[in-house]
């Protein structure tokens, strides 16, 4: 098989996968990185950064210890649009603030959350725990670590419990023993719909954890996190048959999905599991032209800028003649802190199958 590619500069790699209908396909993936000016104008940039082949983790660490920074973007197929930001949060000014809200506008649809200052529990014998008064900061990096969430194998050693939606996450409490309770640190991010408060911190029962808040942030979600890691088969522990989902309510799984994942009615693996991006940032299609605001995410404090608009034109041969792919916008990723944005595009080539590969001797793709 003869492969060659036409770059012109750009950046892109030909994989191939599954649709969502199960066909065979090829995918052209192209990246396109774009200084946001002061002026809010997005323009090319003079380096675009090779397609990320592996997960890139917070302070370089590893997925045992630390979350998903950049994830992985050799993705043949996403169904939907995830909408990531990478930043963190800065008082006004540079004053040193106990909580602030932060907000991301993705043409209509908005997402704000409360950035609340280090705080942490105190025991208090036969009592629910009280909560520190927050600590001032400047600035605070927005990742799952100092969301809602993760681990306690201490106040039941019986029955340990780490949080389905972000074991990574602090907050976590079973039983109000001290040894779990006294100094755990508190989420940093929350809802402000959803606050957690010292009367619903403590579990008791391990069936209750439908109930807890979601983690609140702009990045990744990590793949073995529920929900993404039901549209592979895998559900969490300690649910009733006829639980209703939190995520169910917000149309982010199949309605009864309990009930139907316990009688095996539910697809082993899905794509939607290819969309990681925070609850409420994955978009049934995005144009590439939307406006994009931010608030509190920058020095400045409010950054405005449209995306670029620019359709890529994106073509294939199989050895099948060459055919032009309609493009699907795979990614937008925003990078306040850098003042870039990167796109990752889509187009999608079927082909008859494994079986047919041999008798494939040329795949040939431009973008341009």
């Known amino acids: 098989m003869i492969m060659t590619i036409n770059s ?64 992985a973007e050799l993705v043949p197929f996403k169904p939907y649009t995830d909408v990531i930001v990478i930043g963190k949060a800065y008082a006004d000014q540079g004053n040193p603030i106990q909580q602030m809200d932060v907000s991301v506008s993705v ?10 200052g280090d705080r942490k529990c105190r025991y208090n014998s036969g009592q629910n725990p009280s909560f520190t008064d927050p600590v001032p900061f400047q600035e605070m990096e927005i990742r799952y670590e100092r969301a809602f ?24 409490i079973l039983k109000n023993v001290r040894k779990r309770v006294e100094g755990l640190p508190l989420p940093n991010f929350e809802d402000l719909a959803d606050m957690l408060t010292p009367d619903r911190i403590i579990l008791e029962d391990p069936y209750r954890w439908n109930s807890l808040p979601l983690p609140q942030g702009f990045g990744w979600l990590q793949r073995s996190w529920y929900p993404r890691s039901s549209f592979v088969g895998s559900m969490p522990p300690y649910l009733d048959p006829d639980e209703v989902m939190r995520e169910e309510t917000l149309g982010l799984v199949p309605q009864r999905q309990v009930a139907l994942s316990r009688q095996f009615k539910l697809p082993s693996y899905y794509p939607y599991f290819n969309n990681g991006a925070s609850t409420g940032f994955i978009f049934k299609s995005l144009s590439g032209a939307e406006s994009i605001k931010l608030s509190g995410l920058t020095p400045a404090g409010y950054l405005e800028f449209d995306l670029p608009g620019e359709t890529p034109r994106l073509m294939m041969d199989i050895s099948l003649g060459e055919n032009e792919l309609k493009p699907f916008l ?15 595009w889509r187009g999608a080539h079927p082909y008859p199958g494994l079986d047919w590969l041999p008798q494939m001797q040329r795949l040939h793709a431009e973008v341009a």
């Open 8 to 71: 012109y500069l750009e950046v892109f790699e030909v994989v191939n996968g599954m649709d969502t209908e199960r066909k065979t396909i090829f995918s052209v993936l192209l990246k396109r990185t774009y200084d946001i000016q002061n002026s809010g104008v997005l323009v090319r940039s003079g380096q675009t950064l090779p397609l990320r082949k592996i997960d890139e983790y917070y302070d370089d660490g590893a997925p045992d210890w630390a979350t998903i920074k950049f994830e």
């Open 107 to 116: 043409g209509r649809r908005s997402k704000t959350i409360r950035v609340v």
């Open 149 to 172: 969430g993760g681990k306690d194998e201490i106040s039941d050693p019986q029955t340990p419990l780490a949080y389905p939606r972000n074991d990574m996450g602090t907050g976590l």
């Open 330 to 344: 795979h990614t937008v990723c925003i990078r306040p802190g850098d003042m870039q944005v990167d796109l990752i």
